[in-house]
């Protein structure tokens, strides 16, 4: 049973959501929250599997309460009547992003994404399939330097060499082991051992010098974890 908190400062936009979820087998709405600071006090008490947030909200908005969720952190679904939010919506980690008035088909479309794996974790990939030209080539997953979506493709480079894959970097992240791959922004995954040194930019932003002379943006959003990371591994 996926049990699950709505968030919304519109009673009626969470009644709706409430009727959609009652015709969803399987799942458990366990609260409601009408802005921000209650949704942040809904999670710490209640421990839902996944938020159906609402951006706009008084007190703070979705994103605020997105980032600021405690561990272990319940999955996102946001849902909104705006569609500007969307990058940094997935630059939280969001399972989905859903426009208002939200279908019942991609609501539980969401879900089936957010529902917790019912089967064991995959080993991490030791190598990865890329294309150079007309062929395949193996790369083993040590050689790897970094990752950028660009164009609707994956990226990935080597210490002198680059390929064009299928996966996106969320697939990737799922098949890597977090131990030695770290997402900087939306759009770039690193090998953490890549790293030669990191510079803070203006807003809260920063950028990562690789070893390879590549450099690249760390988003507002991961440059303290990113700090965090390389001080004290992963967690």
């Not at 208002?100 to 019942?104: A, F, L, Q, T």
């Not at 957010?114 to 890329?130: D, V």
């Not at 992240?173 to 922004?185: G, K, N, Q, Y």
């Given at each position: 049973m996926t049990r699950i908190l709505i968030v919304d400062d519109e009673q009626p936009a969470r009644a709706r959501l409430r009727r959609l979820l009652d015709a969803i087998p399987n799942v458990e709405v366990c609260g409601e929250a009408a802005d921000g600071p209650s949704a942040l006090a809904q999670v710490k008490a209640l421990h839902p599997d996944v938020v159906l947030l609402d951006i706009e909200m008084p007190g703070c908005s979705g994103t605020e309460v997105a980032a600021s969720l405690p561990e272990p952190r319940p999955r996102v679904v946001f849902c909104t009547a705006f569609d500007r939010y969307a990058v940094e919506a997935f630059d939280l980690n969001a399972v989905d992003y859903l426009l208002?008035?939200?279908?019942?088909d991609r609501l539980e479309a969401?879900?089936?994404?957010?529902?917790?794996?019912?089967?064991?974790?995959?080993?991490?990939?030791?190598?990865?399939?890329?294309?150079?030209?007309?062929?395949?080539?193996?790369?083993?997953?040590?050689?790897?330097?970094?990752?950028?979506?660009?164009?609707?493709?994956?990226?990935?480079?080597?210490?002198?060499?680059?390929?064009?894959m299928d996966p996106t970097l969320n697939d990737l992240?799922?098949?890597?082991?977090?131990?030695?791959?770290?997402?900087?922004?939306r759009s770039a995954l690193i090998r953490i051992d890549e790293v030669r040194e990191v510079a803070p930019m203006p807003g809260g932003s920063g950028e990562v010098a690789l070893k390879s002379g590549r450099r690249l943006e760390v988003s507002r959003r991961r440059f303290r974890d990113l700090l965090d990371r390389l001080e004290f591994g992963p967690r």
């Open positions: 208002k008035p939200v279908s019942r969401a879900l089936r994404k957010a529902a917790p794996a019912a089967a064991p974790a995959l080993p991490h990939a030791q190598r990865l399939l890329a294309r150079a030209g007309e062929r395949y080539v193996v790369i083993p997953v040590q050689d790897i330097v970094a990752f950028l979506s660009e164009a609707g493709l994956t990226r990935l480079f080597t210490r002198d060499k680059d390929y064009w992240e799922t098949r890597l082991d977090p131990a030695h791959f770290f997402r900087i922004s």
